[in-house]
């Protein structure tokens, strides 16, 4: 367990989030410092613009080093995007003399084993997060070391992208004058920012709904059983009301914020909104419900995408914590209803991280439940447990469990 702060970096395709966290003797995250700088580098969750997205990290973690009144070199950071994908990857070694007590060694070699998968030169793995292990068959071991057996196997969850967008990532952080300390994908974070233990110990689906991609994460036994991504999400809304009303995207974003709703039969026929369009000089009356219906026809295709992550985990119908809904575009009206619609759920809710200290109420906001998720994720792992004996040279050779789900049994 991690007593220090961590320093986290969530990089937004609207916006750079720095927060520095440290855990409570409850085992709650605290968040000591936090700063959101607004960042036009990163589109549909990947870098796109180095020195944009550097200048914004340098910002939002300043202001975090200057509130706190200490330097911050090393970040755990979020990555994101359409070129990630996650498998499940399996491994198995023997163990010799055969029935002796299971070493860390023997761990991290059946770990390192089940990362021995084939992939295309232009990709590499970013994490590998050990799911289940088996001693001699018997399923569900959470904790091997100490145990005895004849054969010891794992079932690993890995995650890989595409190389120049991992670069991408790190140049920006490099630039900004810090070191990428680890590197977590959005769709976890996010899961780990929000989802109680009890959700990720029945089974549940995590969907952040951000500015420029739909993060889709699935849990089910206490770890992450899949994690996808798509490339669709709110900004799509606003620039679909901006090109259909004729209005400027900053209007566009006003009408989709105070105005929006998924589902259009639930505004009545009777409501107006003002609409200044581009070509017009006064504001002009419109119906609320035709502005309601521009919106619903995306996010019935962002449900739909998502639905079918969550048919690709092979979960669906077992999940029954339900639907956990989250991100800047899970903001809107009615859109519990229509993901359950869309999803064929019977449970959908929106929600937001829970965190201890000063800043809780500007924090617990579903925007920033990946940044919370990151915290979580390193406060509440066991990194030295499976850290490479040998000491790890760079962030790739790290391996890290889900402390909470691994303490709990086996
Ligand atoms: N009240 C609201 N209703 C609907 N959408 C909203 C509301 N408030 C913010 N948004 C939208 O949320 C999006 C930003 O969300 P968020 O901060 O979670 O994105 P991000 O983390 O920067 O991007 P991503 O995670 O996709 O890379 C923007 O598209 C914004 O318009
Ligand atoms: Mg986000």
Known sequence: MSISPVFVLDLGSTKVVCLAAS???????????????????????????????????????????RSLGEAVDDLVVSIAGAHLQS?????????????????????????NHSRQIVMPADR???????????????????????????????????????S???????????????????????PLATGLGVATMGQLEDGCVVVDIGG?????????????????????????????????????????????????????????????????????AEPRPMQRRVLCEIIESRMREIGTLVRRQIDMSGLNGQLPAGLLLTGGGSQMQAIDALFC?????????????????????????????TSVGLARYCLESDEHEFAPVSGFTNWKEKIRTLRNPFNKKG
């Open 124 to 162: 590499e793995q970013i994490m590998a997060i050990p799911r289940e292990f088996r001693i001699d068959g018997q399923r569900g071991v959470s904790k091997p070391i100490g145990m005895s057996g004849g054969r010891l196997e794992v079932v690993t969850h890995v995650v890989t992208g595409q």
């Open 164 to 186: 120049a967008k991992v670069s991408s990532v790190e140049r920006a952080v490099t630039l900004a004058g810090r070191r990428v300390r680890e590197m977590v994908p959005q």
């Open 23 to 65: 855990l409570t003797e409850k085992g709650d995250v605290r968040v000591e410092a936090f700063s959101q700088v607004g960042c036009r580098g990163v589109k549909q969750g990947v870098v796109h613009d180095v020195d944009a997205t550097a200048t914004a990290i340098d910002e939002a973690v300043s202001r975090v080093e």
């Open 341 to 369: 619609e869309v999803l064929g759920v019977s449970k959908a809710a929106v929600v937001s991280p829970k965190v201890a200290g000063p800043h809780a109420k500007s924090v617990e906001v579903p925007t920033m439940s």
């Open 212 to 280: 420029g991609t739909t993060d889709v994460a699935v849990f089910a036994n206490g770890a992450i059983a899949y994690s996808g991504s798509v490339p669709v999400s709110s900004n799509h809304v606003t620039s679909d009301l901006s090109t259909l009303l004729k209005t400027s995207p900053d209007e566009a974003e006003r009408l989709k914020t105070q105005f929006g709703a998924c589902l259009s039969r639930v505004v009545s026929e009777n409501e107006r909104v003002e609409v200044k369009q581009t070509d017009q």
């Open 87 to 111: 498998v499940n990857a399996q491994g198995f070694v023997p163990i010799y003399p055969s029935s002796r007590q299971i070493r860390q060694d023997d761990v991290l070699s059946v770990i």
